[in-house]
């Protein structure tokens, strides 16, 4: 791990990722997954676009809001079974699983100046281990933390900063929505936004209140943000 003393400024140790539109291209795996479940509630099929403007929130949540259902019995069960056709998936597709281009050569540079790096994410923690898993990538991170592993979802900061450890200061959290800015706002993290997934650049500069620090194109422009914050 990097040394935490650092002359002229703060040095920082710790990435810490979202998982979905920012490692991940998941949202055909997510629009499938959600029509899937919907289809057995007799639900017609939901939009990308709705279902990206729906990720903001918790996945029982979400599900409820799409099929107009306000039991909570029934959107956590709707949620387990969009979990269960995740995993089917996973196992039978895996080659739908794909993170985007140059995350994985980002992940192995910044583990081998040996950044401490972290998955953030509202989605379920045991599922993107899976998928993790299945892709390689699992060395490159010291801790995975999904919505069941935390005291309560984005954008409360406690989950953030539980994987910060040792501080906010010297972490950055990097992410692709809005609800990931105000999740590092809260607990006042320096933020990245990453402009290749689910929210373009224009919706980030236009909709993202609070903002994010920085916005970058491409996983090749976060090491020099970095370097430049050291300065």
Request: hydrophobic share 35%.
């Amino acid at each position: 791990m990097r040394e935490t003393i650092f002359l002229g400024g703060i040095m920082i140790t710790t990435l810490i990722y979202d998982y979905d539109g920012t490692l991940m291209d998941s949202l055909p795996t997510v629009v499938h997954g959600t029509n899937v479940v919907l289809h057995k509630y007799g639900v017609l099929p939901q939009t990308p676009a709705q279902i990206v403007e729906q990720m903001r929130w918790p996945t029982a949540q979400r599900m409820g809001m799409a099929a107009g259902i306000n039991d909570g019995d029934t959107s956590e069960q709707m949620a387990t079974e969009f979990y269960q056709t995740i995993d089917l998936m996973v196992e039978n597709e895996p080659g739908l699983f794909r993170p985007y281009a140059g995350v994985t050569p980002l992940l192995r540079e910044m583990n081998s100046l040996k950044f401490r790096q972290c998955i953030l994410s509202n989605n379920k923690g045991s599922l993107i281990r899976k998928v993790i898993h299945h892709l390689g990538l699992g060395p490159y991170f010291e801790t995975i933390t999904g919505e069941e592993d935390m005291p309560a979802p984005k954008p409360d900061p406690r989950g953030l900063t539980k994987a910060a450890s040792p501080g906010t200061t010297e972490s950055v959290y990097i992410g692709d929505s809005p609800v990931d800015a105000l999740t590092a706002k809260n607990a006042g993290m320096r933020s990245i936004g990453v402009t290749w997934g689910i929210h373009s650049r224009k919706e980030l500069e236009t909709n993202c209140i609070p903002t994010f620090d920085l916005l970058v194109d491409s996983p090749t422009e976060i090491l020099a943000v970095i370097r430049d914050w050291e300065k």
